[in-house]
């Protein structure tokens, strides 16, 4: 290969020095270093006109993830029981009672089932704010998902939320969050009272509302006929600020030993709602 | 060779046709709360946006019997929201709702999701008793100058009313009544609007205070009682707070006035005397109609630590007013080592790295070129 001219090693060096130049200056200037309107798009000329416009109102929902599958597998023998949570986490309940809790490496109770490291990752991609809700179909409960004999106060199948500015998982399309979701605060959450992802079935049927609003983080049943995760029909508290629009829905699976494998493989699908004002 | 190129093709193909995303947006003119108007129909464009596959849309129509929609078509479709003449909703606030959902991409196996969204519309029936929504205006004036109540009448039925009017009393800080008004007296057609004016209340003799009036308002026989507060100002402006602890050396110091005049208060500023000598003036500024603003100057601190009696004077429209204050000097804290921005550092590092390659590029050019010349002479020789 014939080695490139000294002159086109010149242009190139020349060009180099021009873009870095060139670039740095306009970062500082959009650092606000330096004064100026020197490169900017301003009109300098003005003429007389008439524009109309209307903003249109955009309710719109993003899921990045839509399917969280675990696979197949079974319980080892020396377990009684199971679990495994989308965000990674396999849950070892051995036969002697110890239940130790672990990534892939350490699993010993789920055998030859799917890590799952992404939950649900909910986004306000309009530019309204909304509330967010989810329903259910398929089969919806632990018994008809799963089956098997749960020990009294085990949830089997349950699902929680996490802000996405402390979940933080990748894929969100307008830039990650850096501040908490779903706090609109004052009127915004007038309804109930208080600010948060509030998962809890209570509030759905209007019931105690103790526990709302920062009842995020933390596991509650699936509910077979779905609840508002976030606002409600007439509140809608999460933005559409890009800093403050998202959340990630993990779900947790609990597989008894005495689980009967049918070999056919169960499903059910959330249909997660954005509801807004008109 | 083909055949993996092939492969590679349709590999890619399979991932693009892969979604990457659900997502589900509608748009559409934003309506806000509608009145409710029998024999009406209002008709609203929507576009479904960002759906991967089929989508249906449907309509909750609450209590409204004739809530269409029009078919999808290229994934848009109209809204009509008609009230039929012969249909009576008691009066209240009620909704319906808009909805769209994706049909496609329900798991087979694992977890699977979907995503929909609802507009949900607002609809505020009236009464069909003579109703009406008010309020006083009851504007802030400058001492001397009269005040105009009005009142702002709406039409909250679906009836006519006959004749509407209201009496103004006027009620000094001390709830004194200090004067009564009537306005003029106009009809109020179902669902509209009207301004009730009473004649000039002169406040000559009345001091710069703060003021309130109530207003009786009668339609067709039924009355709504309202209040209101005004001001009534005098050139004059109050000092509301002030920087009361500074350090020995250079400090801002700030001077938060209030405007007690119902016009612009121009040309304000302020000097501040700490220890029988004035340690700053500020800028000037206007301050629009009873506004709070903020002066801001840079004070010289060259006494000991220890509390101060001083005073500030401040200035508004050539007259002048007298503040004592009292301000705590404190010994200044140890100053902090200014970083020099590291965006700067990087750049005219980068610069001058370039420049030197450069430079050393064109001596090597040179040399080159030297060379060249040369050789084909020794080579002749």
């Not at chain 1, 605060?185 to 526990?211: C, E, F, H, V």
């Not at chain 1, 596991?219 to 933005?239: D, E, I, K, M, Q």
């Not at chain 2, 019997?65 to 209240?92: A, H, Q, V, W, Y």
């Not at chain 2, 909704?95 to 609809?123: D, H, N, P, Y």
């Given at each position: 290969?014939?080695?490139?001219?000294?002159?086109?090693?010149?242009?190139?060096?020349?060009?180099?020095?021009?873009?870095?130049?060139?670039?740095?200056?306009?970062?500082?200037?959009?650092?606000?270093?330096?004064?100026?309107?020197?490169?900017?798009?301003?009109?300098?000329?003005?003429?007389?006109?008439?524009?109309?416009?209307?903003?249109?109102?955009?309710?719109?929902?993003?899921?990045?993830?839509?399917?969280?599958?675990?696979?197949?597998?079974?319980?080892?023998a020396?377990?009684?029981?199971?679990?495994?949570?989308?965000?990674?986490?396999?849950?070892?309940?051995?036969?002697?009672?110890?239940?130790?809790?672990?990534?892939?490496?350490?699993?010993t109770?789920?055998?030859?089932?799917?890590?799952?490291?992404?939950?649900?990752?909910?986004?306000?991609?309009?530019?309204?704010?909304?509330?967010?809700?989810?329903?259910?179909?398929?089969?919806?409960?632990?018994?008809?998902?799963?089956?098997?004999?749960?020990?009294?106060?085990?949830?089997?199948?349950?699902?929680k939320?996490?802000?996405?500015?402390?979940?933080?998982?990748?894929?969100?399309?307008?830039?990650?969050?850096?501040?908490?979701?779903?706090?609109g605060?004052?009127?915004?959450?007038?309804?109930?009272?208080?600010?948060?992802?509030?998962?809890?079935?209570?509030?759905?049927?209007?019931?105690?509302?103790?526990?709302?609003?920062?009842?995020?983080?933390v596991?509650?049943?699936?509910?077979?006929?779905?609840?508002?995760?976030?606002?409600?029909?007439?509140?809608?508290?999460?933005?559409a600020?890009?800093?403050?629009?998202?959340?990630?829905i993990?779900?947790?699976?609990?597989?008894?030993?005495?689980?009967?494998?049918?070999?056919?493989?169960?499903?059910?699908?959330?249909?997660?709602?954005?509801?807004?004002?008109? | 060779?083909?055949?993996?190129?092939?492969?590679?093709?349709?590999?890619?193909?399979?991932?693009?046709?892969?979604?990457?995303?659900?997502?589900?947006?509608?748009s559409?003119?934003?309506?806000?709360?509608?009145?409710?108007?029998?024999?009406?129909?209002?008709?609203?464009?929507?576009?479904?946006i960002?759906?991967n596959?089929?989508?249906?849309?449907?309509?909750?129509?609450?209590?409204?019997?004739?809530?269409?929609?029009?078919?999808?078509?290229?994934?848009?479709?109209?809204?009509?929201?008609?009230?039929?003449?012969?249909?009576?909703?008691?009066?209240?606030?009620?909704?319906?709702?808009?909805?769209?959902?994706?049909?496609?991409?329900?798991?087979?196996?694992?977890?699977?999701?979907?995503?929909?969204?609802?507009?949900?519309?607002?609809?505020?029936?009236?009464?069909?008793?003579?109703?009406?929504?008010?309020?006083?205006i009851?504007?802030?004036?400058?001492?001397?100058?009269?005040?105009?109540?009005?009142?702002?009448?709406?039409?909250?039925?679906?009836?006519?009313?006959?004749?509407?009017?209201?009496?103004?009393?006027?009620?000094?800080?001390?709830?004194?009544?200090?004067?009564?008004?009537?306005?003029?007296?106009?009809?109020l057609?179902?669902?509209?609007?009207?301004?009730?004016?009473?004649?000039?209340?002169p406040?000559?003799?009345?001091?710069?205070?703060?003021?309130?009036?109530?207003?009786?308002?009668?339609?067709?026989?039924?009355?709504?009682?309202?209040?209101?507060?005004?001001?009534?100002?005098?050139?004059?402006?109050?000092?509301?707070?002030?920087?009361?602890?500074?350090?020995?050396?250079?400090?801002?110091?700030?001077?938060?006035?209030?405007?007690?005049?119902?016009?612009?208060?121009?040309?304000?500023?302020?000097?501040?005397?700490?220890?029988?000598?004035?340690?700053?003036?500020?800028?000037?500024?206007?301050?629009?109609?009873?506004?709070?603003?903020?002066?801001?100057?840079?004070?010289k601190?060259?006494?000991?630590?220890?509390?101060?009696?001083g005073?500030?004077?401040?200035?508004?429209?050539?007259?002048?007013?007298?503040?004592?204050?009292?301000?705590?000097?404190?010994?200044?804290?140890?100053?902090?080592?200014?970083?020099?921005?590291?965006?700067?550092?990087?750049?005219?590092?980068?610069?001058?790295?370039?420049?030197?390659?450069?430079?050393?590029l064109?001596?090597?050019?040179?040399?080159?070129?030297?060379?060249?010349?040369?050789?084909?002479?020794k080579?002749?020789?």
């Open positions: 290969m014939k080695a490139p001219s000294d002159g086109f090693l010149l242009v190139l060096f020349v060009l180099a020095l021009g873009v870095t130049v060139a670039s740095s200056l306009v970062t500082l200037q959009n650092w606000g270093y330096l004064g100026g309107n020197f490169l900017t798009g301003a009109a300098v000329t003005t003429a007389g006109g008439e524009a109309n416009l209307t903003v249109n109102a955009v309710t719109s929902i993003t899921n990045q993830n839509f399917t969280i599958n675990f696979g197949s597998g079974y319980v080892n020396s377990c009684n029981f199971c679990s495994m949570d989308s965000n990674k986490t396999f849950i070892n309940h051995f036969s002697n009672g110890s239940i130790t809790s672990s990534l892939e490496d350490g699993r109770c789920c055998v030859s089932f799917t890590q799952v490291s992404s939950g649900f990752l909910l986004e306000n991609t309009g530019n309204t704010n909304i509330s967010v809700g989810y329903t259910c179909t398929g089969n919806c409960t632990h018994a008809r998902y799963v089956g098997g004999t749960l020990d009294p106060g085990m949830g089997g199948l349950e699902i939320v996490t802000a996405q500015s402390e979940r933080q998982q990748y894929g969100e399309s307008g830039g990650t969050d850096t501040t908490e979701s779903c706090v605060g004052g009127d915004l959450y007038s309804q109930l009272t208080t600010n948060g992802w509030n998962i809890s079935n209570r509030s759905a049927q209007g019931g105690n509302l103790d526990n709302a609003g920062k009842g995020d983080k596991y509650v049943l699936l509910s077979p006929r779905g609840h508002w995760l976030c606002g409600n029909a007439t509140s809608y508290p999460l933005r600020d890009n800093t403050q629009d998202a959340a990630v993990d779900v947790n699976v609990t597989i008894p030993h005495d689980a009967i494998g049918t070999g056919v493989r169960t499903s059910f699908n959330l249909t997660f709602n954005a509801t807004s004002s008109a | 060779m083909a055949v993996r190129s092939r492969f590679w093709l349709f590999s890619l193909l399979f991932l693009f046709s892969i979604p990457s995303l659900f997502a589900i947006g509608l559409g003119r934003p309506l806000g709360t509608i009145p409710y108007q029998p024999g009406e129909t209002i008709t609203n464009h929507y576009a479904v960002g759906a596959g089929p989508v249906a849309i449907s309509v909750d129509s609450g209590p409204f019997s004739n809530i269409t929609l029009s078919e999808l078509k290229d994934d848009e479709f109209d809204l009509f929201i008609n009230f039929p003449e012969n249909e009576r909703i008691p009066t209240g606030q009620y909704s319906f709702a808009l909805s769209v959902r994706e049909l496609a991409g329900e798991s087979t196996e694992g977890i699977g999701s979907l995503t929909a969204v609802s507009k949900v519309f607002q609809v505020e029936v009236y009464s069909y008793e003579k109703e009406i929504a008010a309020e006083l009851a504007p802030s004036v400058n001492e001397g100058t009269p005040i105009n109540f009005k009142i702002s009448v709406q039409s909250r039925s679906y009836q006519d009313i006959d004749k509407v009017n209201s009496e103004i009393t006027v009620f000094d800080k001390e709830n004194r009544s200090i004067g009564k008004l009537t306005t003029d007296e106009r009809p057609p179902s669902l509209s609007s009207i301004t009730l004016r009473a004649p000039p209340f406040t000559k003799g009345l001091e710069a205070n703060e003021y309130s009036a109530r207003a009786m308002v009668f339609y067709d026989g039924q009355e709504l009682l309202l209040n209101g507060t005004f001001k009534i100002g005098a050139i004059d402006i109050a000092l509301l707070n002030y920087s009361q602890v500074l350090e020995q050396g250079f400090n801002e110091f700030f001077v938060e006035v209030e405007s007690r005049w119902g016009d612009v208060l121009k040309n304000v500023y302020a000097k501040v005397f700490l220890n029988d000598e004035e340690i700053l003036q500020t800028p000037s500024f206007s301050l629009n109609p009873w506004e709070k603003g903020v002066l801001k100057s840079i004070a601190v060259d006494l000991l630590p220890g509390s101060y009696a005073n500030i004077e401040l200035f508004f429209e050539g007259e002048m007013k007298e503040v004592p204050i009292t301000v705590l000097v404190k010994e200044a804290a140890a100053p902090q080592q200014q970083k020099t921005p590291l965006l700067l550092i990087t750049t005219l590092v980068l610069s001058i790295l370039l420049a030197i390659a450069l430079v050393i064109l001596l090597q050019m040179k040399r080159r070129n030297e060379r060249a010349k040369t050789e084909p002479e080579s002749k020789k």
